[in-house]
């Protein structure tokens, strides 16, 4: 037990470090991509919940992510609504929608559940063109950027950073602290072996309803940080390969790690770059490539590496 309070320690320590040196060294345009990649981290923290401890596979989890940022601009750009007024709207319009995609979960499980929220990814795109008059169809809606205080009125990408960061911030609280209350236990319980957590008493019906909630609301606020951030959303962003990268955010990371959802998000935002950067006609080669190299490595994700190679430098030291 000490091993892994200390173990935590040094994340959660190595994690302030880096949150509060990456304003200082990154130029204005990176910041701006280190917040967008933090709001993907909001909608990866929703998925571990749901897909690593609940046990539930969701492929729909960018639409969710749409729903937030769409409801952030439509109330800022058709009604006056501030931007920031919008999130707590955004975190619970989507978690209604994430209810009514969680009743096939009572009914299906494992790749059926894939396949019934993939489509649902796959037809939302289309859905937001056919609603052009409340979405702005293929033109998209603008988003307003937050007032910035007066002493960061030169650098507005610190401001959207410092956003981003507080509202994955609140997720990975609310996460935490569900995970090691006895909502966590039920829903550890139901993952493992659904037929003893029931017999325990587990409601399974609304262990499962309320991780789709949960994990939806977050993926709506991750959603409407985007929107914020970007300033500007349209269809095109919300694709279905986006619920996928979504989902290799969540494994790359760790799916079972609050921390590990952060390398989820800066992974989806800068990896791809990179791997561009590196050779352009063939980027998604080396992206490839990059992904089976951490799998292969990484079984348990990055966070899970680390956390192996931390335990092993603890029990020596204590040996």
């Known amino acids: 037990m000490r091993d892994i309070s200390l173990s935590t320690a040094i994340k959660l320590g190595v994690f ?32 571990n919940l749901l897909m690593g401890y609940a046990g539930q596979i969701c492929l729909a989890q960018g639409t969710l992510f749409g729903v937030g940022a769409y409801v952030t601009a439509i109330l800022n750009a058709t009604y006056g609504i501030s931007s920031l007024a919008t999130l707590p709207a955004a975190a619970a319009v989507a978690a209604a929608v994430g209810l009514v995609i969680g009743l ?9 559940l894939a396949i019934v929220t993939f489509g649902i990814a796959a037809a939302f795109p289309q859905l937001l063109l056919k609603m052009g008059s409340l979405t702005g169809g293929v033109s998209g809606l603008p988003v307003d950027a937050p007032e910035t205080p007066d002493f960061m009125a030169d650098v507005p ?27 966590g236990r039920a829903l550890r319980a139901q993952r493992d072996n659904p037929q003893i957590a029931q017999a325990l008493g587990v409601n399974l019906t609304r262990s499962r309803l309320w991780a789709f909630a949960i ?28 619920s996928i990268n979504i989902v290799i955010g969540s494994i790359v990371g760790g799916v079972t790690s609050i921390v590990g959802a ?7 935002v800068f990896v791809p770059s990179w791997a561009s950067d590196i050779n352009l006609s063939l980027g ?19 966070t899970g590496f680390i956390e192996k190679w931390l335990s092993v430098i603890f029990r020596r030291s204590a040996g």
């Open 16 to 47: 302030a470090i880096v949150a509060v040196s990456i304003p200082v060294f990154a130029p204005a345009y990176a910041l701006q991509q280190v917040a967008i990649a933090i709001a993907y981290t909001i909608a990866i923290l929703g998925l």
């Open 104 to 112: 096939p979960a009572l009914r299906l499980q494992g790749l059926q």
């Open 157 to 183: 990408e610190l401001w959207l950073y410092l956003i981003s960061l507080a509202c994955a911030g609140v997720g990975a609280l609310l996460v935490s602290r569900m995970l090691f209350g006895d909502a």
């Open 215 to 242: 994990s939806s609301a977050l993926a709506g606020l991750g959603g409407g940080v985007f929107a914020i951030v970007s300033g500007f959303i349209s269809p095109e962003s919300f694709l279905a390969i986006l």
């Open 262 to 268: 952060f390398v989820g998000g800066l992974f989806m």
């Open 284 to 302: 998604n080669l080396i992206y490839g490539l990059a992904l089976i190299l951490i799998m292969m490595v990484a079984r348990n994700g990055v």
